[in-house]
């Protein structure tokens, strides 16, 4: 079993939409829990990051940990075309930091 | 500023040749990552530096994975005798450093390497 599980998509959502991107992981003393998104041919780029359960906001960003279930969301309201890219969850402790494989999100217009 | 500069950024090469990989990390960055993007695999960890300390190896795949990091600073990822299961994205990132094993911060990614080996 891998320590972090994120179905890969793809995610098909029309614009104006409001999508849900989830992850689990399988180690209770992970403590950073973040979302990084890559665009086509680029590196990663932090999207949110937090280290407690419950919801952290961010313009059309949430993104939501529940510890007690080991379960990481980013929801993303009102979508734009300009939201499609893979989104990337990551957690970990001090060290070492794990990434899921990544959903691919297409926002069509 | 600058952020993390990779190059090439696209390689092709023929089975059973070696390549180098070259990473320019963030000015003042301690710590710097090498990760492998395969795809539907995501991001796996190959091999982390942190300031003077002994690198992390320990996600290399094989022995015929190594890397250096030079003055502190640029780093380079060399694969020997390249295999066809060695074609992907080739990601660096840089921190930092002020977090051991960097998971508490941002991990700052250059564009990557595509290597294809035919």
């Known amino acids: 079993q891998k320590e972090v599980e994120q179905d890969p998509g793809p995610l098909s959502v029309p614009e104006g939409a409001i999508v849900s991107l989830n992850c689990t992981y399988s180690?209770?003393?992970?403590?950073?829990f973040m979302w990084y998104r890559q665009y086509s041919r680029k590196g990663p780029e932090l999207l949110m990051y937090?280290?407690?359960?419950g919801n952290k906001e961010d313009g059309r960003f949430t993104a939501q940990v529940d510890k007690s279930s080991k379960y990481i969301s980013l929801f993303i309201r009102d979508s734009q075309p300009s939201d499609s890219a893979t989104y990337l969850c990551?957690?970990?402790?001090?060290?070492?930091?794990?990434f899921g494989t990544g959903t691919r999100l297409q926002v069509f217009p | 500023g600058a952020g993390v500069s990779q190059s090439p950024s696209n390689k092709v090469t023929e089975k059973g040749k070696d390549v180098e990989l070259r990473c320019d990390p963030i000015?003042?960055?301690?710590?710097l990552y090498w990760y492998r993007q395969s795809l539907g695999q995501g991001l796996e960890f190959l091999i982390y530096?942190?300031?003077?300390?002994?690198?992390?190896k320990s996600g290399l795949p094989s022995d015929r994975f190594s890397a250096e990091r030079t003055g502190g600073s640029v780093s380079t990822l060399t694969i020997q005798r390249t295999q066809q299961e060695d074609s992907a994205v080739y990601l660096c990132?840089?921190?930092?450093?002020?977090?051991?094993?960097?998971?508490?911060?941002?991990?700052?990614f250059g564009p990557g390497t595509r290597l294809l080996v035919l």
């Open positions: 530096f942190q300031g003077n300390s002994a690198p992390d």
């Open positions: 000015s003042g960055h301690t710590a």
């Open positions: 180690n209770s003393a992970f403590q950073y």
């Open positions: 990551a957690t970990g402790n001090t060290d070492k930091l794990i």
């Open positions: 937090t280290y407690s359960s």
């Open positions: 990132a840089s921190t930092p450093g002020w977090s051991s094993g960097g998971a508490g911060e941002t991990q700052y």
